[in-house]
């Protein structure tokens, strides 16, 4: 299994940063084919905000190119999301997702969530 835990979540201003973080575990992170953050805004369904495959490629949805970054560290087992100029509207909690491929199941894993508040 996998299990996902992130933190960095905060209350700042427009235009601060925040960088967030996913540490993941478990048993079959071997089986991990790619990474993602979702947010979840007060009231909506959760959206994608960004992904990073197993080697490396990140893609972003159009609202967060150029404000947000992902990346990954394996050596501590750690997906990262540098979130800078921040929008009131990127307030929400703010969720990590691995996609497992194993034993030919496929399985999405998601943390409990880190909140995100951009105050004006």
């Known amino acids: 299994q996998v299990q996902l835990v992130e933190s960095g979540g905060g209350l700042v201003q427009a235009g601060e940063s925040l960088r967030l973080s996913c540490v993941v575990s478990?048993?079959?992170?071997?089986?991990?084919?790619?990474m993602a953050w979702y947010r979840q805004p007060p009231g909506k369904q959760r959206e994608l905000v960004a992904a990073?495959?197993?080697?490396?490629?990140?893609t972003y949805t159009d609202s967060e190119k150029g404000r947000f970054t992902i990346s990954r560290d394996n050596a501590k087992n750690t997906v990262y999301l540098q979130m800078d100029s921040l929008k009131p509207e990127d307030t929400g909690v703010y969720y990590c997702?691995?996609?497992?491929?194993?034993?030919?199941?496929?399985?999405?894993?998601w943390g409990q969530g880190t909140q995100v508040t951009v105050s004006s």
């Open positions: 478990g048993t079959i992170i071997f089986s991990i084919t790619s």
């Open positions: 997702n691995a996609k497992s491929e194993y034993s030919w199941t496929s399985t999405n894993y």
């Open positions: 990073i495959t197993s080697g490396g490629t990140a």
